[in-house]
């Protein structure tokens, strides 16, 4: 990327500028700001310390205590708390950027106001599409924000090699390649964990290189077998966890050396029932984090960021401090950075919070490395826009016209109806439920049955041009009229997914995203209802996060209009091909069994 595609330098390391932090707390020279009259959030002690002042030179803490006003000279800035709460910069400990339709830079600006300061971002979605170029160009983009995002390299691409076919494969030599970067802080969550468990050589050796580099291993156990299996995985190295949705999930977990990553995100609701591990059994709250996963950009916009998942952990039960401490120094101290980030204490970067309601973590100002980030919920700081090369763009490839027929399932011959298999889709939930249906039969082609919310789904093939449509049945959209919604966003391999109850509409919809270059979009009798174009590997829109939102917006409005009532229903569209949580799932290949991870045949 060009130089002047940086615009805000990295902090200095604490070994450069030691010195001038000692003479600063021992008053020898003036700090470039001081912080006056504050309550102290001390996430290490788990105390609020009243009448407390901050010192701050390059961007870390020099001094934290009663009386910092032998650190102020004639060029200091002067910062009167009054009396409110000084938090620590939160931490997002586990988040793909691209879940929020956003580029790394529109992701920040939307959620500094919010209080969030370091976000530990799996670019694995732009991994599935443009392979490791990909994940160099968000590294890049990451590392010239003015807060801190750090780059866990993707580690399953694809994610279930033999049940998909991604835009890219990266394997342990790229693994090791990245490893080698300066902003990568570890290895992104390891979804293939039967690979784990069976040692497979790919995922063993892409473990492997992020322990010799001594950097993290993210986890992804998505399966509530807590048997052998489970335990063969968290032998293998990951080193933390968000797939959990039970308490005993958490438990299980922090009972074998993990961190549970507990999250809260657009359309997973899993905080509420794991928490009660620490409100209702007692387990020590250390080995918790608090994380989104997947926030799309409506969310961010109308509800917040990290600052929502804490006010939602504190409604769970949770002191206002630990919920704090599960976004703070409990993330900082798994990736290995209490030193640098998660509290407020001298030698850390100066991220901080000035909040006037502690339990309903009320943000008045955002400060990160001691610059002003926000105020009033108002980005304050000019966070110039991140230019992507033409190779990040023009990334659908259909090859030819996408036709209604390309929609039509054949049964077998001779039959008046047939039984089944649908995916069935669980509100707030990732996982979905394998279902069965008994369809009508016209013409030699299965219909569909909206009394009984059954509708079709079909996966087009985007990265290789090869026309493969692969086709089968879903519920609980809700859908009532005749539709069609497309979306190139569809996890993890990222072909394009599209839900109908009209194939003339769903052969629109496809070809209606391969003309812009992804996005989604919906489709009623012909005509475009809504339209979010993602122009970047159709992932990403190039435009502000609240330009996206105003967008989405009219998206969820024409799906209501559809007759969908689900919570973040494009959300829960966009994972129907995930085939690394159970239990039903659609592939380039065909209906994934994700239970047995086998290939199974649309009828039963």
């Given at each position: 990327?060009?130089?002047?595609?940086?615009?805000?330098?990295?902090?200095?390391?604490?070994?450069?500028?030691?010195?001038?932090?000692?003479?600063?707390?021992?008053?020898?020279?003036?700090?470039?700001?001081?912080?006056?009259?504050?309550?102290?959030?001390?996430?290490?002690?788990?105390?609020?310390?009243?009448?407390?002042?901050?010192?701050?030179?390059?961007?870390?803490?020099?001094?934290?205590?009663?009386?910092?006003?032998?650190?102020?000279?004639?060029?200091?800035?002067?910062?009167?708390?009054?009396?409110?709460?000084?938090?620590?910069?939160?931490?997002?400990?586990?988040?793909?950027?691209?879940?929020?339709?956003?580029?790394?830079?529109?992701?920040?600006?939307?959620?500094?106001?919010?209080?969030?300061?370091?976000?530990?971002?799996?670019p694995h979605e732009i991994a599935n599409v443009l392979g490791l170029d990909g994940v160099r160009m968000m590294h890049d983009e990451a590392m010239g924000m003015p807060t801190n995002v750090f780059v866990q390299m993707p580690s399953c691409v694809p994610s279930a090699p033999g049940l998909e076919h991604a835009g890219a494969s990266l394997g342990p030599q790229e693994i090791a390649e990245a490893m080698a970067w300066p902003n990568i802080i570890g290895l992104g969550e390891v979804m293939n964990f039967p690979g784990v468990a069976a040692n497979d050589q790919?995922?063993?050796?892409?473990?492997?290189?992020?322990?010799?580099?001594?950097?993290?291993?993210?986890?992804?156990?998505?399966?509530?077998?807590?048997?052998?299996?489970?335990?063969?995985?968290?032998?293998?190295?990951?080193?933390?966890?968000?797939?959990?949705?039970?308490?005993?999930?958490?438990?299980?977990?922090?009972?074998?050396?993990?961190?549970?990553?507990?999250?809260?995100?657009?359309?997973?609701?899993?905080?509420?029932?794991?928490?009660?591990?620490?409100?209702?059994?007692?387990?020590?709250?250390?080995?918790?984090?608090?994380?989104?996963?997947?926030?799309?950009?409506?969310?961010?916009?109308?509800?917040?960021?990290?600052?929502?998942?804490?006010?939602?952990?504190?409604?769970?039960?949770?002191?206002?401090?630990?919920?704090?401490?599960?976004?703070?120094?409990?993330?900082?101290?798994?990736?290995?950075?209490?030193?640098?980030?998660?509290?407020?204490?001298?030698?850390?970067?100066?991220?901080?919070?000035?909040?006037?309601?502690?339990?309903?973590?009320?943000?008045?100002?955002?400060?990160?490395?001691?610059?002003?980030?926000?105020?009033?919920?108002?980005?304050?700081?000019?966070?110039?826009?991140?230019?992507?090369?033409?190779?990040?763009?023009?990334?659908?490839?259909?090859?030819?016209?996408?036709?209604?027929?390309?929609?039509?399932?054949?049964?077998?011959?001779?039959?008046?109806?047939?039984?089944?298999?649908?995916?069935?889709?669980?509100?707030?939930?990732?996982?979905?439920?394998?279902?069965?249906?008994?369809?009508?039969?016209?013409?030699?082609?299965?219909?569909?049955?909206?009394?009984?919310?059954?509708?079709?789904?079909?996966?087009?093939?985007?990265?290789?041009?090869?026309?493969?449509?692969?086709?089968?049945?879903?519920?609980?959209?809700?859908?009532?009229?005749?539709?069609?919604?497309?979306?190139?966003?569809?996890?993890?391999?990222?072909?394009?997914?599209?839900?109908?109850?009209?194939?003339?509409?769903?052969?629109?919809?496809?070809?209606?995203?391969?003309?812009?270059?992804?996005?989604?979009?919906?489709?009623?009798?012909?005509?475009?209802?809504?339209?979010?174009?993602?122009?970047?590997?159709?992932?990403?829109?190039?435009?502000?996060?609240?330009?996206?939102?105003?967008?989405?917006?009219?998206?969820?409005?024409?799906?209501?209009?559809?007759?969908?009532?689900?919570?973040?229903?494009?959300?829960?569209?966009?994972?129907?091909?995930?085939?690394?949580?159970?239990?039903?799932?659609?592939?380039?290949?065909?209906?994934?069994?994700?239970?047995?991870?086998?290939?199974?045949?649309?009828?039963?």
């Amino acid at each position: 990327m060009p130089s002047d595609n940086k615009p805000f330098s990295e902090p200095k390391p604490w070994t450069e500028c030691a010195r001038d932090l000692v003479n600063v707390a021992m008053g020898r020279r003036p700090a470039d700001m001081v912080v006056r009259n504050g309550k102290w959030v001390n996430v290490h002690s788990g105390e609020v310390i009243p009448a407390t002042d901050l010192a701050i030179i390059d961007g870390r803490f020099a001094y934290c205590g009663p009386d910092a006003s032998h650190c102020i000279g004639d060029g200091t800035r002067v910062v009167d708390a009054r009396g409110r709460y000084l938090v620590p910069g939160l931490c997002d400990g586990h988040m793909h950027v691209e879940s929020g339709m956003l580029t790394v830079t529109e992701f920040v600006r939307a959620v500094a106001p919010h209080g969030t300061t370091s976000m530990f971002v799996d670019p694995h979605e732009i991994a599935n599409v443009l392979g490791l170029d990909g994940v160099r160009m968000m590294h890049d983009e990451a590392m010239g924000m003015p807060t801190n995002v750090f780059v866990q390299m993707p580690s399953c691409v694809p994610s279930a090699p033999g049940l998909e076919h991604a835009g890219a494969s990266l394997g342990p030599q790229e693994i090791a390649e990245a490893m080698a970067w300066p902003n990568i802080i570890g290895l992104g969550e390891v979804m293939n964990f039967p690979g784990v468990a069976a040692n497979d050589q790919t995922m063993a050796g892409a473990i492997e290189a992020t322990v010799k580099a001594g950097k993290t291993v993210g986890g992804h156990y998505a399966s509530p077998d807590l048997g052998l299996p489970f335990h063969g995985y968290v032998a293998g190295g990951p080193a933390d966890d968000h797939e959990g949705t039970r308490a005993e999930d958490a438990i299980a977990r922090v009972r074998q050396g993990m961190k549970a990553m507990l999250r809260l995100g657009s359309a997973w609701y899993d905080v509420a029932e794991q928490i009660k591990a620490v409100t209702e059994q007692g387990i020590d709250p250390r080995n918790f984090i608090l994380c989104t996963d997947d926030s799309h950009s409506g969310t961010l916009v109308r509800d917040g960021h990290m600052d929502r998942v804490v006010r939602h952990a504190i409604g769970q039960g949770l002191s206002p401090i630990c919920a704090i401490q599960m976004a703070t120094v409990n993330t900082a101290q798994h990736f290995g950075l209490e030193r640098e980030l998660g509290s407020i204490a001298p030698g850390r970067r100066a991220d901080f919070l000035i909040v006037s309601d502690l339990a309903a973590l009320a943000i008045d100002e955002v400060y990160a490395r001691g610059v002003q980030l926000a105020r009033d919920g108002k980005l304050t700081a000019d966070i110039p826009v991140w230019d992507y090369p033409d190779t990040a763009k023009n990334t659908v490839r259909l090859s030819r016209e996408i036709a209604a027929s390309d929609f039509a399932i054949a049964a077998p011959a001779g039959t008046a109806e047939v039984d089944v298999r649908v995916i069935g889709v669980i509100e707030n939930q990732a996982p979905t439920r394998a279902l069965e249906a008994r369809l009508p039969v016209s013409g030699g082609i299965v219909g569909m049955d909206r009394v009984n919310d059954v509708c079709q789904i079909a996966l087009v093939e985007r990265h290789r041009g090869t026309g493969a449509v692969s086709n089968a049945f879903v519920s609980g959209f809700g859908y009532t009229q005749d539709c069609a919604m497309a979306s190139t966003v569809a996890h993890d391999s990222h072909h394009m997914i599209v839900v109908g109850t009209n194939r003339n509409d769903m052969a629109i919809a496809a070809n209606r995203l391969g003309e812009i270059g992804g996005g989604v979009v919906m489709i009623s009798k012909g005509e475009e209802l809504a339209l979010i174009e993602m122009p970047i590997a159709g992932l990403m829109s190039d435009e502000r996060a609240e330009i996206v939102a105003a967008k989405a917006d009219v998206l969820g409005a024409a799906m209501r209009e559809m007759g969908c009532t689900l919570n973040n229903a494009y959300m829960q569209h966009s994972l129907l091909a995930l085939v690394v949580i159970p239990e039903l799932r659609i592939s380039d290949v065909g209906l994934v069994d994700v239970r047995t991870f086998e290939k199974v045949d649309v009828f039963v």
